[in-house]
């Protein structure tokens, strides 16, 4: 079984660019959650998607988006990047119903804003 | 809102003793605790859970951790470590019955076990 995919690995973008990560989860599951991970913050909470509706969303500006296909596959977007938004994006992967069992994650995407 | 507190930031230990890495949680409601390592470069990965029943759960590398309610914490704990351990680990809980998977996680500890 494979496991959730996160594409690309690495990232490096200007201040300023746009970026859509990609995730594709584990086959079966129909959630996904993104979260973002830096060395001040920790990791954070984005959003969850769940049949392509979001189920849930985190404190972040509007500049981070996100959407879920009827395959599951999600992404995310973050609009006029800025320094801050450097970070390694995790996505994870879970059925979405019944009983919470676990999150299964991503490597991850590595992204630099310069 | 809940919130997750790790104690310590990093734990040396050496190889073959034991350890504690120490979580403690705050929420209104009742939650699911859990346990993830992050290995560099890596995302991560479940270690252990607690959703209901024993309070004492047990990884298959060795690790265990105890879920205490009226202290509102779940501490990890290993009898002796080996240098594969070193990696970073951080706990989470997430609302039970929320019909959300959403995970707060604390700040994460690094453990570095010495040769």
């Known amino acids: 079984k494979a496991g959730v995919t996160q594409t690309p690995r690495y990232l490096i973008k200007t201040r300023g660019q746009q970026v859509t990560l990609s995730c594709s989860p584990i086959?079966?599951?129909?959630?996904v959650s993104w979260y973002q991970q830096t060395p001040g913050q920790g990791l954070q909470f984005l959003f969850e998607y769940f049949s392509e509706t979001q189920r849930n969303k985190g404190n972040f500006p509007g500049r981070f988006s996100g959407r879920q296909f009827s395959n599951s596959r999600s992404e995310m977007n973050v609009s006029t990047l800025e320094l801050g938004d450097s970070a390694l994006y995790l996505c994870a992967s879970s059925l979405g119903v019944g009983t919470i069992t676990e999150a299964f994650f991503g490597q991850g995407t590595r992204l630099t804003v310069v | 809102a809940q919130s997750v507190t790790q104690l310590d930031s990093q734990v040396p230990v050496f190889e073959e003793a034991p350890v504690e890495l120490r979580c403690n949680y705050s929420?209104?409601?009742?939650?699911?605790l859990f346990w993830y390592v992050q290995y560099p470069n890596q995302g991560l990965q479940l270690l252990l859970k607690?959703?209901?029943?024993?309070?004492l759960v047990e990884s298959i590398n060795g690790f265990e951790a105890e879920f205490n309610k009226s202290q509102t914490s779940f501490h990890l704990r290993k009898p002796s470590v080996h240098i594969s351990d070193t990696a970073e680990y951080f706990c989470?809980?997430?609302?039970?019955?929320?019909?959300?998977?959403?995970?707060?996680f604390g700040k994460g500890t690094k453990l570095s076990v010495i040769p």
């Open positions: 929420s209104s409601v009742s939650v699911y």
């Open positions: 086959s079966g599951h129909r959630s």
């Open positions: 607690y959703l209901s029943g024993s309070t």
């Open positions: 989470a809980v997430s609302l039970s019955g929320a019909g959300s998977y959403q995970l707060t």
